[in-house]
Nanobody
Framework: QVQLVESGGGLVQAGGSLKLSCEGSGSIFSIHAMGWYRQAPGKQRDLVANIINGGEPTYADSVKGRFTISRDNARNTAYLQMNSLKPEDTAVYYC??????????????????WGQGTQVTVSS
């Protein structure tokens, strides 16, 4: 079992900044990709940013130049630094990670896990 817990959401005025964190725990052997998604009321869940282990991050066009994704492999943690926030960034932000878990030494399984989400509200 792999669990992801997001933190750092809240209420901020337009133009402000927030930093989200996503910490993985459980039987993690490795994490291949970590990503942030968001879902506004009545809309589908969309990819915001993604980072593959050893690779370059990718971003949705709507957040390029404003958001930065990073990860700390030693802590099984991903971050999303959000600057110059806009009211249209208001959504529930979800963390997602996939990789290998370990039942016991040498016995592995694949996982694709989501966090519970954290609310980000940007007021105008």
């Amino acid at each position: 079992q792999v669990q992801l817990v997001e933190s750092g959401g809240g209420l901020v005025q337009a133009g402000g900044s927030l930093k989200l964190s996503c910490e993985g725990s459980g039987s993690i052997f490795s994490i291949h990709a970590m990503g942030w998604y968001r879902q506004a009321p009545g809309k589908q869940r969309d990819l915001v940013a993604n980072i593959i282990n050893g690779g370059e991050p990718t971003y949705a066009d709507s957040v390029k130049g404003r958001f930065t994704i990073s990860r700390d492999n030693a802590r099984n943690t991903a971050y999303l630094q959000m600057n110059s926030l806009k009211p249209e960034d208001t959504a529930v932000y979800y963390c997602k990670a996939d990789g290998l878990g370990e039942y016991s030494p040498g016995n592995y399984y694949t996982y694709d896990s989501w966090g519970q989400g954290t609310q980000v509200t940007v007021s105008s």
